[in-house]
């Protein structure tokens, strides 16, 4: 095999290189020649004291000759070592870095690594043993550490507590001394001795932000079953967490780690304030963005979370369909459905198997009044997905907005087969208010009763259906008595609702009450903030029935300024047509 030149070696190992050079001007100094020391004077007390000095400065000179030349013994193995590595010859290479580590066990990170060796040829004694000549060199919490995680892989949980209990000692700021001993014994079911440790751990002093942090993950991980011990593990990795306040500087994986902590325990302000200082560095950084959106929708601050999802989608139009979904959302909630439609087309484009976006897509284009096209999209969802319950349900709405109200039952009654076989959960009062007012409209009234009722059964205080079913039976001359009671129901949980009001002065009409019912109507009028023609036009009716002709006009004919009608224009007619003004 041919000699590597001397250059490449020196240039390869440089640290065994200036060990070998320090050994040799040593050698030189120990030697004859230029460096050799002159004989001890023998006589004299000043020579004496001189002489003793040179004997202690000549003992030092010999240990650290000596720890040199172990050094330089161990890099020589470990080289060697190495390049038994290189060539797969792993037998030979562990042998020859067990040797560098006899030579100097003082080297921690040969230490770990022959262990670690050691480990993967499953000999975990011997890694045992070399980390304890090592330890006894070495003050490094680290090694007792490793030497505990190899304790309880071999069963020996009690040399692995006081293993662990060695390294908190030497290295009280490194926490994985604390981590290891916590985890035994809660494996060990001592969760408050596991508790202790961790106190102790809080207890350090001047602690690194990255320890903080370490120690508050901790916490928050630390398995918990009763709500009051819970509690304290958030409370107290809340703290450890505010103690990084009265750092100037945090490395940024550190930072980022501490606003993800934020954001576990619920701490959305404080999660999002170190997010921003994130982001204001590296305005690149998509994940930070994408979890400052989520907070922000999670704190109901739809305009920031917009603000979050338009620069995502700025950098990367086609990476986030999820992103155009939820502005498109967000725009719905604002009653902005043009724009809501926009995002959510273009998510359906890039997200074909995103099933929800239809969904969505398909409700901003009915509010939009675009009935036909938001069938359609519905449609599509069909012919990809199926038949499911959003599919009819929305289907449904989409026709009851276009006033084809048996094609909005047909579908409202496919919905809820469907979700009778496979989705239960979804048969709320909601959606059963939306199939009743649909046979209402339909006109068929039992059907129609049959479904408010189950309202009411599935959510006793919905005043909404009391006031329906009440207002039904009023404009069809039924059940006046009962549908009174309803009404009253409602008012009673909702006293200053417009319509409500509006439903009791028209059943005291019907009654034949209108001066019962005329200071209900006129407060239904007081808390309408929109102008309503409806209300207008029976104000005119109960002002008729009292022989208040001239308000009764007044009110008709503001009931055709707001919404022209044939049969308001009819009574306003007659009204005029006998002289009236």
Known sequence: MQTMPSHLWMRMFPALAASVVVLWLVGCAKGGGAFSSRPRPADGSPRDRVAHRAEKESALADALIGAEERRAEAYARFAAGTLHDLREQDKEALESFEKAIKADPSQEAMALDVARRFLGQKRPEEAVRVLQDAIKASRSGLLPAFLGSIFVSLGRTNEAVTANQEAIKRSPTLLIGYHNLATLHVQRGQPEE??????????????????????????????????????????????????????????????????????????????????????????????????????????????????????????????????????????????????????????????????????????????????????????????????????????????ARMKEYSNAVARLTTAEIIARTKETNRLTHLFYFQLGSSHERNKNLEEAERYFRKVIELKPDFAEAMNYMGYMWVENGLRLQEARVLIEKALKLEPKNGAFLDSMAWVLFRLGKPKEALPWMLKALENTPEPDPTLYDHLADIRWAMGDTAHAVEAWKKALKIEPNVEIQKKLNAAVGKGNP
């Open 194 to 399: 596991a508790l202790k440790v961790l106190e102790q751990a809080g207890q350090v002093l001047h602690p690194s932000p990255q320890f903080l942090v370490e120690l508050a993950e901790l916490w928050i991980g630390f398995p918990q079953t009763k709500p009051e011990s819970i509690a304290l593990s958030r409370k107290k990795a809340a703290e450890l967490l505010e103690r990084l306040s009265k750092y100037k500087e945090i490395q940024t994986p550190v930072l980022q780690r501490a606003a993800d902590a934020f954001m576990l325990l619920g701490q959305n302000a404080k999660a999002i304030e170190l997010y921003l200082k994130l982001l204001a560095q590296y305005p690149q950084a998509t994940p930070i963005r994408e979890r400052l959106a989520d907070l922000f929708l999670q704190s109901r601050d739809s305009k920031r979370a917009a603000e979050q999802m338009k620069a995502l989608i700025q950098e990367e139009p086609s990476r986030y369909p999820q992103a155009y979904v939820i502005l498109g959302s967000i725009a719905m909630q604002d009653g902005k459905f043009a724009e809501a439609e926009d995002y959510l087309r273009k998510a359906v484009v890039l997200a074909p198997k995103f099933e929800a976006a239809y969904y969505d897509l398909a409700i901003a284009q009915v509010n939009l009044g675009n009935g036909r096209t938001g069938l359609e999209t519905l449609d599509d969802a069909r012919r990809r997905f199926g038949e499911t319950f959003q599919t009819e349900f929305f289907a449904g709405v989409a026709h």
